[in-house]
């Protein structure tokens, strides 16, 4: 078996779908269906049951989806090792939004399980780039919030987060259990500084041009709503101050965590923590 296609294997075996599985690993759909195939009959047994109700794994794939895992595990760690040997022992990671989220915690924590000897260096962003530094080569890889201009890079979602509107507590709307963005259309929006990408700003303003008050960090856009009566999205659970409350917007499309790399960077940390991310991210305590 190769390593190419146990990876393959894996990508479909946690996404239970091969378009998905297809457009994770940058490929199309009938090549991975080919590889697939090919691993069955390697094998001698289906891996997975194919119906129109969508993809599930066998008996068999589900041993084989252990095991591929702690082979792409342990090679990977072989990749890390000589990429040391040779010099390459960093990664930099840039992070936006809050360093607390559960996910980002697990990450952190099985990432140095995975790799105790690598130094690895932590940029923490503002919001004016979604990217996190990735774009002007100060990081290696970002874990930031979509969307955004995706040219030339690579991008797994990690999670979905409901998205609502943050107001003061003593504003009129602030009693209402859900909201459309119709309601806020006569107020004003915190806005981001000219020159910042065109695709995060117009979700931020939920898909339409805005006035107000220009924020470059959370702590701003906050500031912005307990001083100036703005409004602004956020996603769903995060702390706020008492003198703030959020309601759930009911037709804001969700807030995707994910992570971004360059899509021709070759480098195996980088590619650890993509897969140490999808796996911390996908838990539920």
């Keep these: 078996m190769e390593l190419r296609t146990l990876r393959y294997f894996v990508a479909v075996a946690e996404e239970l779908h091969f378009g998905r599985a297809a457009t994770r690993l940058h490929m199309s759909q009938p090549p991975l269906s080919r590889a697939i195939k090919q691993l069955e009959t390697?094998?001698?047994?289906?891996?997975?049951?194919?119906?129109?109700?969508?993809?599930?794994?066998?008996?068999?794939?589900?041993?084989?989806?252990?095991?591929?895992?702690?082979?792409l595990d342990q090679a990977d760690?072989?990749?890390?090792?000589?990429?040391?040997?040779?010099?390459?022992?960093?990664?930099?990671?840039?992070?936006?939004?809050?360093?607390?989220?559960?996910?980002?915690?697990?990450?952190?924590?099985?990432?140095?399980?995975?790799?105790?000897?690598?130094?690895?260096?932590?940029?923490d962003t503002d919001l004016t780039d979604p990217t996190c530094g990735l774009r002007a080569?100060?990081?290696?890889?970002?874990?930031?919030?979509?969307?955004?201009?995706?040219?030339?890079?690579?991008?797994?979602?990690?999670?979905t987060d409901p998205v609502g509107v943050v107001l003061r507590a003593d504003d009129p709307l602030a009693g209402h259990d859900r909201l459309r963005l119709a309601d806020l259309g006569d107020r004003r929006w915190f806005q981001f500084p000219e020159g910042t990408d065109p695709i995060w700003q117009s979700y931020w303003n939920g898909g339409e041009r805005r006035e107000g008050p220009v924020v470059r960090v959370?702590?701003?856009?906050?500031?912005?709503?307990?001083w100036n009566g703005t409004v602004g999205l956020a996603p769903l659970g995060h702390d706020l101050?008492?003198?703030?409350?959020?309601?759930?917007?009911?037709?804001?499309?969700?807030?995707?965590?994910?992570?971004?790399w360059n899509a021709g960077d070759t480098n195996p940390l980088i590619r650890s923590f993509i897969e140490t991310a999808t796996a911390a991210y996908r838990h539920r305590p």
């Design 42 to 71: 390697e094998v001698g047994a289906l891996l997975f049951t194919r119906s129109p109700a969508g993809v599930t794994l066998t008996p068999v794939g589900v041993v084989l989806l252990d095991e591929a895992r702690a082979l």
């Design 241 to 260: 101050p008492a003198e703030l409350t959020v309601v759930p917007l009911i037709d804001m499309p969700p807030s995707r965590v994910v992570a971004v």
């Design 137 to 159: 080569g100060v990081v290696d890889v970002a874990l930031t919030r979509a969307p955004f201009d995706e040219t030339a890079l690579a991008v797994r979602e990690l999670r």
């Design 77 to 123: 760690r072989v990749r890390v090792r000589v990429s040391a040997a040779a010099g390459v022992a960093a990664i930099t990671v840039g992070i936006l939004g809050d360093s607390t989220d559960p996910g980002a915690t697990r990450l952190a924590a099985a990432f140095r399980r995975r790799h105790p000897g690598i130094e690895i260096h932590i940029r």
């Design 218 to 226: 959370v702590h701003e856009c906050l500031q912005a709503v307990l």
